[in-house]
């Protein structure tokens, strides 16, 4: 399974559900972080932004699924989630080898930069303009057209608990596709 959205949009949270439920999950940050540790770069906004447009530029759009597919192979279990794809050359790129079920978790551009904003990561927006520029660089690289085209689409304007209800929900649907 691969979940998708927007920076803030609620993926951490939808796919903590399934970590719940003993589904192993790879997220895509976390590659770039890696990749930003063996290169030796301070997680900042601006170095893991660039990283990331860096590495597909050199390897390809699909270049972090590339990185994703020996984790998965090794993974027990027969669902995985993978957790911020940002293109359909990624989600190809994992339907080379398994079988993909993309989940869009939306919300709307307030409501995921309060989230952002409250979160204390080191990548939080300073302001609206840092927010926009984020947008505009994960818009960039396609993500957008993935969101579009995605399976299934949660929405999550409300709660933490109603999107937790709501994901649980899409997971026991995708579940029992996916053993027919």
């Known amino acids: 399974m691969v979940i998708v959205g927007m920076p803030g949009a609620g993926k951490s949270l939808a796919s903590s559900v ?3 439920r003993g589904i192993p999950v790879f997220v895509s940050g976390d590659i770039i972080r890696e990749e930003a540790r063996r290169r030796k770069l301070r ?3 601006k170095n893991l932004g660039e990283l990331m447009l860096k590495i597909r530029k050199e390897e390809g759009m699909g270049a972090v699924a590339k990185r994703l597919v020996p984790l ?3 993974a027990s279990g027969e669902f995985v989630v993978y957790e911020g794809a940002r293109s359909v050359e990624e989600v190809d790129q994992l339907r080379r080898k398994f079988r993909v079920v993309t989940i869009a978790i939306h919300a709307s551009r307030e409501a995921r930069f309060r989230r952002l904003r409250r979160r204390g990561r080191s990548d939080r927006p300073r302001g609206w303009a840092d927010f926009a520029e984020r947008d505009n660089r994960e818009l960039g690289v396609g993500i957008a057209k ?3 085209l995605a399976d299934r689409t949660v929405e999550n304007e409300d709660t933490k608990d109603d999107l ?3 994901t ?3 997971l026991q649907v995708v579940l029992k596709q996916k053993k027919s």
């Open 164 to 166: 937790k209800r709501r």
């Open 18 to 20: 399934m970590k719940a």
């Open 43 to 45: 997680f900042t906004r």
């Open 72 to 74: 998965v192979e090794k």
């Open 168 to 170: 649980r929900r899409v």
């Open 146 to 148: 993935l969101i579009a």
